[in-house]
């Protein structure tokens, strides 16, 4: 069972919280082009988990036209950046194991990202995400962490 985890795009800064922040046109490139990444690397789709936030649903649709189609999308305010990692784990796991899913997608925040890691793969520190990172976690037969990959790490730029 393979769980890829994503933190949203660039945002920008001009909105009246938190929860409103657009992606920049940058942030939506870099989504796009992890999205094209991650969809030369799995067949299918079968769990896709959004934050509530309007830059990880902005970056879920970014990444919509170019993954296959997803069996089932939920948005979770259990995603969003202040959320219990604990919980999100929890919620995570009870869905796929549900729905028998063997692949799912959390588009999420900083820093519940790097806390979900180590909820999913204890011995690893939560790492830090750059803006359309992507982590693979290996949750069957031991929990493990894969890669952890920006726009940065695979040289794609705006």
């Not at 942030?27 to 934050?51: C, E, K, P």
């Not at 999308?73 to 995570?92: F, G, K, M, S, W």
């Not at 796929?96 to 063997?102: F, H, K, P, S, T």
Request: with cysteine.
């Amino acid at each position: 069972m393979k769980l890829f985890l994503m933190r949203h795009g660039e945002a920008s800064f001009d909105a009246s919280t938190d929860r409103q922040r657009p992606l920049t046109p940058l942030g939506v490139t870099q989504t796009q082009q992890m999205a094209a990444h991650l969809a030369s690397r799995i067949a299918q789709l079968d769990q896709v988990f959004v934050s509530p936030y309007l830059r990880a649903q902005q970056s879920w649709q970014a990444c919509e036209v170019l993954l296959p189609k997803a069996q089932k999308i939920h948005t979770l305010n259990e995603l969003v950046p202040e959320a219990c990692p604990q919980t999100a784990h929890d919620l995570l796991l009870a869905y796929m194991d549900v729905q028998g899913a063997e692949t799912g997608l959390v588009i999420a925040h900083m820093p519940l990202l790097g806390y979900l890691v180590s909820e999913f793969v204890p011995a690893e520190a939560p790492p830090l995400f750059a803006t359309s990172a992507l982590a693979q976690i290996e949750l069957k037969p031991t929990p493990t962490l894969i890669s952890l990959q920006g726009p940065s790490d695979l040289a794609l730029v705006g």
